[in-house]
C-alpha cells in the first residue's frame, strides 16, 4: 500500500466522523436488510425453476460425471441434448467439479447462493478496507452497496445458474490485495486460472507491474492444476491444452449469443458473422488491453493499488472472446472504487455529483430490472441486455439468428454491459493520462491511503 497519506485527512476520528460511520452503518443494515427480504419473498413466491435452476451447475456436474465415468468423451460430451452445451472448462476443473456430486444438488446450489453472496460482500470489505476506510464506515459501505448491488442483473443471474463468478472474484480479491511479502500471494489466482483462463491476465498484470516473486507463484500454482489434469485426465488434457481448443470461443455455444458481452460478442453481432468478427476482435483486444493495462500499471506505480486490480479485471472483461452477463459482477468492485472516489472529493459539490452520479448509472445499467415484456412478470431474471431479442441455445453460426437482427434502442440494450464497460474503460483511461500527467489531478483522490481515515462527508 501507498505511504503517501498528504492527500488524506489525518485528523484523528471525531465525534462528527463517528456519529457519521454511525449513520451509515445504520442505512447500510436498512439497504442489505430491505435486498435480503425481497430476495426471500422472491425465493418464496416463485418456483425453483425461477430462482435456483442451476442450469451452468449441473454442466459442471455433468462434465465431473464425464470425468469420472467416461473421461475420452468429456470434450464431445453434450448436455441433456443441446447441441450448443457442452464442458469447456478446463480438466482440472472437471476434477475439482467431482467433488459437487457428493453433495444433493438443491443442497448444493444452496450453498453456491450462500457462498456466492458472501463473495460479493467480501469483495466490496476489501476494496474499502484496501482504499482506507475505517472499520465502522467499512461496515456500513459494504451492507449498503452489498444491498444495491446484490440486485444487479449480473449478480442475480449467477445465482440463479449457479455460477462461480462471485466466489472467483472474492478470492482473485482476496488473493490479489495481500500484502507482497506473503509469500503465497499469487497462488489462488494462477489455481483460479487454471479452472477458468481469464484470470490468467491477473497474472500478466502481476508480470508488468514488476511483481515477478508473485507472478511465478501464480505460474507455478497454474502449472500444478495443468499437471494434474494431465496425469488424471491424459486424453482430455491433450485435446484441451495441447490441440489448441482451449482457444476456441465457439465451444461455449454462438459467439455472437446476446450474453456475450464482450468485444468480440458485439463485433460478431455488427459484422454478422462469427468468422467476420474474429480478426477485427483480435486487433481491437491487443489494442484495448495494451492501453488498459498500461492505465492499471499508472495507477499502481502512483500508489493507486485497487484502482490498478480494478483496471486489469475490466481489461479481462473487455478482451475476453467470451464474457458473459454474469461475469460483468467486477462492477462491484468498480462500484466501489467510484463511490470512494466521490467521498474524497474536494474540488467541489460538482466533482462529487458527478462520482456519485456515475455510481448511479452503472446500478441502473446493470440492475436485474423485472422482465416487463414477459407475461409472467417476476424480480428474477430480469436485466435490460434482455429486451434485445436473443437466440435461445444457439450453436455455430446462422444468418438467422436474432442478434444479427437487432435495431434501434435493440442495439442499445442488447449490447448494453459492453457499452457500459467501454464507458468505464475512457473514465480509465483519462484517470490514468490525469495522473501521469500532473501527479493526480481531478483523480488523485483514488489514491489509497497508508492510515486510514476515511468518513463520509
Known sequence: MSTDVGLVSRRPASEQGSTRDRVLLAVGAVVAAVAAI??????????????????DLSVYLGGAGQALHNPAGLYSWVYQGHPGIQFTYTPFAALLFTL????????????????????LLATIWIAFRELGWRPAARAGITLLLGGLLFWTEPVQRGIFLGQIDLAWMGLIVWDMCQ???????????????????????????????????????????????????FAVLPHSSVWYWLDGNFFQASRTGFVGDQENQSLRGILTRLIGSVNGGQDPWLVLAVVVAVLVLAAAVVMHNSGRTFAGLVFAALAALLVSPITWDHQWVWIAPGVALIVDAA???????????????????????????????????????????????????????????????????????????????????????????????????????????????????
Open 343 to 457: 467521498v474524497r472529493a474536494a474540488r467541489g459539490r460538482l466533482v462529487r455529483a458527478w462520482w456519485y452520479a456515475l455510481a448511479a448509472v452503472v446500478l441502473i445499467a446493470y440492475a436485474a430490472w423485472p422482465d416487463f415484456w414477459s407475461k409472467s412478470a417476476g424480480l428474477l431474471q430480469g436485466g435490460l441486455i434482455n429486451y434485445a431479442p436473443a437466440s435461445s441455445f444457439a450453436s455455430g453460426d446462422n444468418a438467422k439468428y436474432a442478434e444479427y437482427h437487432w435495431h434501434g434502442l435493440q442495439l442499445i440494450a442488447g449490447n448494453l454491459y459492453l457499452l457500459g464497460g467501454i464507458g468505464l474503460c475512457l473514465v480509465a483511461l483519462v484517470t490514468a493520462y490525469l495522473v501521469a500527467r500532473r501527479g493526480g489531478g481531478v483523480m488523485h483522490l483514488l489514491r489509497t491511503p497508508a492510515q486510514p481515515d476515511v468518513t463520509p462527508g
Open 38 to 55: 425481497a430476495y426471500i419473498v422472491s425465493l418464496a413466491t416463485h418456483p425453483v425453476s425461477a430462482t435456483l435452476k442451476g442450469f
Open 179 to 229: 500484502a507482497d511479502r506473503r509469500p503465497w500471494k499469487g497462488a489462488v489466482t494462477g489455481v483460479l486460472a487454471g479452472i477458468n483462463l481469464i484470470p490468467a491476465l491477473f497474472v500478466v498484470y502481476l508480470l508488468i507491474t514488476r511483481r515477478f516473486r508473485q507472478a511465478l507463484v501464480a505460474i507455478g500454482a497454474f502449472v500444478v492444476t495443468v499437471i494434474i489434469g
Open 100 to 119: 459437487g456430486r457428493a453433495v444433493p444438488f438443491h443442497a448444493l446450489m444452496g450453498l453456491v447462493a450462500v457462498v456466492s453472496t458472501y463473495g
